[in-house]
């Protein structure tokens, strides 16, 4: 018996979310400076990312995905590389 295909009754739905981080403004520059890169060559495919330094020491990151599951990935990675950058640099003092 063939399988007719079948199509998603769910929509695509845009995802987004700020996360900010209160840094030494020491650190939050030099951590904002060392995830350009990755922000400009959009390693995280599946994720859009944008990263504002203030004056005061906060860093926000602001991502967009199309999937929830994607948008958590990436808030991860990024979490992930934002605390091991800055751990690596407070550890230096």
Do not use: W
Not at 64 to 77: F, H, I, T, V
């Amino acid at each position: 018996m063939p399988v007719e295909p079948t199509t998603s009754p769910l929509k695509p739905v845009e995802a987004s979310v700020t996360l900010e981080f209160d840094l030494d403004t020491r650190v939050c520059s030099a951590v904002a400076e060392a995830l350009q890169p990755e922000i400009k060559r959009g390693s995280e495919r599946f994720v859009e990312a944008e990263l504002k330094v203030s004056d005061d020491g906060h860093l926000k990151l602001l991502l967009k995905s199309e999937d929830l599951a994607n948008l958590r990935a990436g808030a991860n990675s990024y979490f992930n590389l934002i605390r091991a950058s800055s751990e690596a640099l407070l550890s230096l003092n």
